[in-house]
């Protein structure tokens, strides 16, 4: 157990549609991290956020967008959804915000029919 | 940008066998680190590298730092079925010194 707490662990909706995802990081941990992964493919960076604030983005759609609550706990929302943002989405959390070992949680599926 | 490269991406072996999986950076790295992610899994942190050309061993599995820092190999000797998974190298990079995660090698163990 990572400590790292996601929900749902599954989500089925429609192109169209609006979801939110949830984070809880592991005690202690200031630092947010969500990644987007494909079938097969490697972890994409999505966003990071630190202590409350928007750290570091990497390639992350206009129609995503996150932020991290006074109680660390993070959201994912995405938007306009098209069939090609299925996948997994990990949020993971670290200590600090740079560069320290990240914990994941299990992920969130997400299937777009 | 910077990038983390890895090869092979994929490798089959039969249980027995050793296995090697390189991690090559555009940049120097001040510490790699390695993560496994087993098939329906989440990646899980391994292990920390941090010295120029630092070897750390975990039972079966052998972890190498290169000496230039750009560089990093993880050796797994005798593999096992539960060695199955894939292997991510990251290090910190860019502007913000945010994790930037090698492409991945896929090990699968064939019994």
């Known amino acids: 157990d990572s400590g790292v707490t996601q929900t749902p662990k599954h989500l089925i909706t429609a192109t169209g549609q609006r979801v939110t995802l949830r984070c809880s990081p592991r005690s202690g941990d200031l630092s947010v991290y969500w990644y987007q992964q494909s079938l097969d493919q490697g972890l994409q960076f999505l966003i990071q956020?630190?202590?409350?604030?928007?750290?570091a983005k990497g390639n992350i759609l206009e129609r995503f967008s996150a932020q991290q609550f006074p109680d660390l706990h993070s959201e994912l929302n995405l938007s306009s959804l098209e069939l090609g943002d299925s996948a997994l989405y990990f949020c993971?959390?670290?200590?600090?915000?740079?560069?320290?070992?990240?914990?994941f949680g299990d992920g969130t599926r997400l299937s777009i029919l | 940008g910077q990038q983390v490269m890895q090869i092979p991406q994929y490798q089959h072996v039969q249980e027995g066998e050793d296995f090697t999986t390189y991690c090559n950076s555009s940049t120097t790295l001040s510490n790699i680190q390695w993560y496994k992610q087993r098939p329906g899994g989440h990646p899980v942190f391994l292990i920390q590298?941090?010295?120029?050309?630092e070897v750390k061993k975990q039972k079966r599995l052998t972890f190498q730092f290169g000496e230039a820092k750009k560089n990093s190999s993880l050796h797994i000797t005798a593999t096992q079925t539960t060695d199955v998974g894939t292997y991510f190298c990251?290090?910190?990079?860019?502007?913000?010194?945010?994790?930037?995660f090698g492409t991945g090698t896929l090990l699968a163990v064939q019994p």
């Open positions: 590298l941090v010295k120029s050309g």
């Open positions: 990251a290090g910190p990079g860019g502007a913000t010194n945010k994790l930037i």
């Open positions: 956020y630190y202590n409350g604030e928007e750290r």
């Open positions: 993971a959390s670290s200590v600090g915000d740079s560069g320290q070992p990240q914990h």
